[in-house]
């Protein structure tokens, strides 16, 4: 345990065998406490599973039933009027842009991509002190200075869909 700064707040102790008998009580409570604390975690751990358990069915429909939307609305994008999101009485659906930075996997062309960040004022694109870049802060350039430092873009349309839950609550 840390050492412990108190303010004066009861009798005095008389002995050093009065101290140190005080200390072995401030033990005992002390492990009283973390007792309490150790069944108390205990108690959230078993919560937890019992709540991992019973929503496991309900979070597996969820991935079946987003699945059948996914293949439906693949099938019938044609029927979207070239719109990305489809409005429906529960919810909407669609496709959505997702843009991810490609960078090469040899360590050699990431050191020139990081020599070619620096030169360009692009730091912010770094982590460090382990120079890595920085995805997200690299995403945010224009795609001509992503590519001008020999990175590249991949962009491709994302499926989504959203349930409106206020219309389905005035449903019940």
Known sequence: MARTRLSDTGMPLDSWDAVDMTLAEIGEHERAVE???A???A???DRKLAAEIAASPHQQRIVELGALINRFVDEHRDEMDGK???VLTFGSTGYRKSTKVLLPRAQGK???IIASLKARGMTDCIVVPAEKIDKDALK??????IM???ANLHAEDIFWYEVDRERLAQKQ
């Open 140 to 145: 945010k350039y224009p795609a001509n200075e």
């Open 43 to 45: 108690d959230i751990a």
């Open 84 to 86: 990305k999101t489809k």
């Open 110 to 112: 990431i050191r020139e």
């Open 39 to 41: 069944q108390m975690q």
């Open 148 to 150: 001008g430092v020999g």
């Open 35 to 37: 007792a309490i604390e």
